[in-house]
């Protein structure tokens, strides 16, 4: 992989900076190596990680969920928490509670005890079984990376990174995120069902003799200064207007907007949706060892960063109209009408 396109510091803070891209880089390798078939769903976990963000998998049962997100853990070398969402989970099974601590041998005091949410990545397996009431529990979380319990406020480890998955499949008994906190999330991302040649690939790998234990590329703090870094990654003026045009463009109550957006579309990209396209923007272009983003990067992070956030109306679920392809197109749009 190129290193970066120019000098982001002086040195030594240069030798360091390219060392710690050398570990991501290395850390991809890693991840690729152990998730079969995956590099561009791997590259966009990255990509939210770098952004401090939070990503919503989408998948049947039985892709790789658990394993990518364990794996992942286990190469960004960040503490990992899995907490099995239920029907019956609580709040306070997310983010803990006050006990009563009579251990010193005097009066029993209340302590915190922090529960599975204080990790550096969380794994929130099946969210949407869980009841509305628990699902909130993450809001703050997932916004002020802090937890608030019986007045008091504590702070969650840096790097915090939240990982949720949800069946698309079977939908009986469980609860839709509202709009929210889906919004929460950084990217959506979709795993595909393996091509055949892949799903070769993972048989031979997982039926046979276990292979050596994953091993840590990369240190957690090195991911923090990374995701300074992908902030001062820069944007062209006019590659930032056409994100605005893009959004805006999005909106179906906006006299120009497009045909079929006026028609089908319930409510368009919000700010927040806009600055999650050139953040990942910027990551994608760090990721792929340049300093500078391009148009290209803009195309590859849209969908994970907008598909959970375009929804269509009653009529454009009638048309069974599809979004992805909309959201390219008026994309495309934007950028071409920048660069003319």
Not at 37 to 59: F, K, N, R, T
Not at 137 to 160: D, Y
Not at 200 to 226: F, M, N, S, Y
């Amino acid at each position: 992989m190129n290193e970066p396109e120019r000098a982001v510091a002086d040195d030594p803070a240069r030798d360091r900076i390219q060392d710690e891209l050398t570990a991501l880089h290395q850390a991809r390798d890693a991840i690729n190596d152990e998730v079969v078939g995956q590099p561009q769903v791997v590259d966009q976990m990255l990509i939210a990680l770098l952004c401090g963000g939070h990503v919503l998998i989408e998948s049947a049962p039985g892709l790789g969920k658990t394993l990518l997100v364990r794996t992942m853990g286990t190469v960004m070398g960040m503490d990992f928490s899995r907490i099995q969402f239920t029907p019956d989970l609580m709040p306070a099974d997310i983010t803990g509670t006050v006990v009563l601590d009579g251990s010193s041998g005097e009066a029993r005091t209340g302590r915190f005890q922090p529960g599975p949410i204080f990790a550096q990545m969380v794994l929130a397996d099946e969210i949407n079984r869980a009841t509305p009431k628990t699902q909130s529990a993450l809001l703050e979380a997932m916004q002020e990376r802090t937890v608030t319990v019986a007045g008091h406020r504590h702070e969650l480890p840096s790097p915090f990174f939240v990982l949720a998955t949800q069946n698309p499949i079977e939908m009986e008994g469980t609860y839709v995120l509202p709009e929210a906190q889906i919004d929460r999330f950084f990217f959506k991302v979709v795993l595909p069902f393996p091509e055949v040649d892949v799903l070769d690939a993972i048989l031979g790998r997982t039926t046979g003799a276990e292979t050596d234990r994953l091993e840590r590329r990369i240190e957690p703090d090195a991911i923090v200064r990374l995701q300074v870094l992908t902030r001062e990654v820069p944007i062209a003026s006019h590659l930032r207007r056409a994100v605005a045009n893009f959004v805006r463009s999005t909106q179906p109550g906006v006299d120009d907007a497009d045909g079929d957006v006026q028609r089908y579309v319930l409510y368009g990209v919000s700010p927040r949706g806009a600055q999650a396209l050139v953040l990942a923007a910027k990551a994608r272009a760090l990721v792929e060892g340049r300093y500078a983003v391009a148009a290209d990067d803009l195309r590859a992070v849209a969908l994970p960063a907008l598909r959970h956030r375009l929804q269509r109306n009653f009529e454009g679920d009638a048309a069974d109209l599809d979004m992805e392809t909309l959201t390219m197109r008026l994309l495309d749009a934007a950028l071409r009408s920048a660069a003319a």
